[in-house]
């Protein structure tokens, strides 16, 4: 079956960085689409970024512009989100998510697959 696990969270004073991955199991990585999403407390699990596996795009929420980065490592079927100049609004457990889809966009109800999440806490 499809496994996801996320590491990498912690915690970290504003502006620093952190780098999340998600490494994915169960599945044929180069064809499923890779999301990061993240819930704060009290709050609506929000999109964060997204590699499509179609031509390699990659999405963004306007939130983290300029600041996160999403890659993927094809060879260790892994995921990343590279987190700099993090603000202490960052702080939220942070969803890895995949689909087969080319492109499931920023709703989470289009992704099928979800990890356990990672707490990222920014202090000020």
């Known amino acids: 079956q499809v496994q996801l696990e996320e590491s990498g969270g912690g915690l970290v004073q504003a502006g620093g960085s952190l780098r999340l991955s998600c490494a994915a199991s169960?599945?044929?990585?180069?064809?499923?689409?890779m999301g990061w999403f993240r819930q704060a407390p009290g709050k609506e699990r929000e999109f964060v970024a997204l590699?499509?596996?179609?031509?390699?795009?990659?999405h963004l929420a306007d939130s983290v512009k300029g600041r996160f980065t999403i890659s993927r490592d094809a060879a260790k079927n892994t995921v990343f989100l590279f987190m700099n100049s993090l603000k202490p609004e960052d702080t939220a457990v942070y969803y890895c998510?995949?689909?087969?889809?080319?492109?499931?966009?920023?709703?989470?109800?289009?992704?099928?697959?979800w990890g356990q999440g990672t707490q990222v806490t920014v202090s000020s």
């Open positions: 998510a995949t689909d087969a889809s080319p492109w499931p966009g920023t709703d989470e109800h289009n992704y099928r697959y």
């Open positions: 169960g599945l044929t990585f180069r064809a499923y689409s």
């Open positions: 590699h499509g596996w179609y031509a390699g795009a990659t």
